[in-house]
């Protein structure tokens, strides 16, 4: 009986020592009699044999006197479970305590809640900020002054019309006497305190005075604000001008107007919106359709004689294929739906590319100057959003210039210094920076107009004309490149605009932006292509045949797996389109490498949204932007290839 108990007890002590919560047992002079591994190392400290037979008390004086040392005296005497959450002294960590006392003495078991109790405390604190910034984000929403007032008249906070009904800093206002900003003090301090007592006044009539000069007649309002207990915190108070029924006249004037204009902007807004949803919802297909038209005119451009009369049609083919992809590009980019493709690339290539189409945009009552640096620097900007920033100037100076005048587009190589005249005050660094000016002989711009250019929807147009959001746009990605833009413009004397971008050290990838060199080089390798256009499909494969490719084409995702798992020789490379039927490209493409470890994917777009965006951010993984020309294709293969087979050696 004696052999089963001592078995009985070793099995209850390996069970308690194996605990993840901390236990520890005392007997009934308040010495250690048991610890368990999880409470040697928390709350404790120390091991098992430092702590046997030591008074807990006397061992750590921390705890004697404390609510722990009470929680366990009154366990101890009347036998029951106790349980409760606590701070421990000892690590300062939360624990959740349950002890029972016996007739040898006490058992204690210590749950750690304290990464529980910080999670509550974060999200307490979270919907503490939330809460402010919902009541801040109100009071700013409010045309009319707004003050938080405590008990003893003291301002906490106000809002941006407080700050200009009164004229004082904010700095001023909070911490000051609320009746201190009023003609008659002692009459504010008593409808405080009438407001106070009664919960609410309305319509109390107040003048505030001025910090320069002068008082503003108010109707008042006092509500008290509670707690969430109902206790009394403070007062918030709304002042309302109604200085004269002239000057009441003109604040509502002014008032329907910005309605007026929040309405507009708001209409803009969902215009906008619509648009950007429509380009997003046809970009894929249409870029594929494009696509397929320009790989075809590729081939058949190709294959024309040099002196033939049809190449002045195909070239005319290409050049509105480029357009059309151009557009779509600055369709999601208004949107913001465009997935940037930055690059090193020179502005004065892309400013000849586009002289063409500038000069069927300004017409022939304007004439196009461009003065290109000899040797400019290069930058690195998405192309796309170079082509929309010049467009959009172009159509500003053009609409400047109705009765006809000169457009000039000059490019220079600028070492900005910091504190430099003439330089914009908000320029990222000093450095070394490429100038894009462009210049019209236009209306121009008084100063106050000038200084609100650049804010979405401010346009100086007729209804009809434009969205207030060409310059804006601009801004926008001058600023996403870390650039500078200023302008200078006098009425009757045009305007210029002049853009810093910084310069890149490394040479321009390529001379027109889209466009790759010309791949002489003969490829060998097997190459799968999954793409659902068969158009596009099949340009693509001809691409890469007549250069010596061995290729096979899959309509699907599972067809491509399908033929992976049948294919019995190599396959270098899959040249996949994201969207797919079922299964899109980038789940594919793990499965594939999961057959075929180290398997090459390059995926090709569309635009698939969030998805490519995805890939981009997977760093090593290619993506090429539909359309785009053979010779491009060409190259990326080549590059894709060369760097799997160096990787082998």
Known sequence: MMEQSADSQGRTESIIQGLADSFFS???????????????????????????????????????????????????????????????????????????????????FMRDVNEGKRAEAELRQAAQQE?????????????????????DSVVTDANEAAVRATG????????????????????????????????????????????????????????????????????????????????????????????????????????????????????????????????????????????????????????????????????????????????????????????????????????????????????????????????????????AMPKGGVLALSTANRILKRGREGEPADAPEPGCYVCLEVRDTGVGMEETTRRHIFEPFFTTKEAGRGTGLGLAVVHRIVKQCRGGITVESRPGRGSAFRILFPSEKRGAEVLLPGDAAKSGHAGHGAILVVEDNEAFSRIVKLALSKHGYNVSSSSDAEEALAYCLKAKGPIDLVLTDIVLPGMDGIELAKRLKEQRPGLRVIYMSGYAGEATAKVRGAGEAVVLEKPFSPDKLLGNVRRVLEKSQGEMF
């Open 26 to 108: 005392l007997d009934r002079d308040w010495r250690f009699v048991l610890v368990n591994l999880a409470a040697q190392r928390a709350p404790f400290a120390r091991p098992a044999a430092e702590l046997r037979g030591r008074v807990i008390w006397e061992l750590y004086p921390v705890l004697a006197g404390s609510a722990f040392h009470r929680f366990c005296l009154d366990a101890a005497q009347d036998g029951e479970p106790r349980r409760r959450e606590a701070q421990c002294p000892l690590d300062g960590r939360w624990y959740n305590v349950c002890a029972r006392g016996h007739a040898g003495g006490l058992d204690v």
């Open 168 to 399: 004082a800093a904010r700095g001023r206002i909070l911490g000051g006497d609320f009746a201190d900003f009023f003609t008659r003090p002692e009459t504010v301090r008593e409808a405080c305190r009438r407001a106070f007592a009664q919960g609410a006044i309305a319509d109390c009539p107040l003048a505030v005075k001025r910090c320069g000069g002068g008082f503003m007649d108010v109707l008042c309002n006092f509500s008290v604000y509670r707690d969430a207990g109902g206790k009394v915190l403070g007062l918030l108070a709304a002042a309302r001008d109604v200085t004269a029924q002239r000057q009441a006249e003109a604040a509502l004037s002014q008032q329907i107007r910005e309605k007026a204009t929040l309405s507009e902007e708001l209409r803009q807004t969902q215009k906008l919106e619509a648009v950007g949803l429509l380009a997003g919802g046809i970009a894929h297909d249409f870029n594929n359709l494009v696509a397929a038209i320009a790989g075809n005119n590729y081939f058949l451009l190709e294959d024309l004689p040099k002196g033939s009369p049809m190449r002045v049609y195909s070239e005319e083919i290409g050049r509105s294929t480029d357009l059309a992809a151009s557009l779509t590009r600055q369709l999601l980019a208004i949107s913001r739906k465009q997935v940037l493709q930055p690059r090193v690339l020179d502005i004065n290539s892309v400013l000849i590319s586009m002289s063409k189409m500038l000069m069927r945009l300004m017409g022939h009552h304007i004439k196009i100057e461009m003065k290109p640096h000899a040797s400019l620097w290069p930058v690195k900007i998405d192309s796309g959003q170079l082509e929309q920033i010049i467009m959009n100037l172009a159509i500003n100076a053009r609409d």
């Open 131 to 151: 809460a402010a910034a919902r009541v801040r984000a109100l009071m700013e929403a409010c045309l009319d002054p707004l003050f938080i007032i405590e008990p």
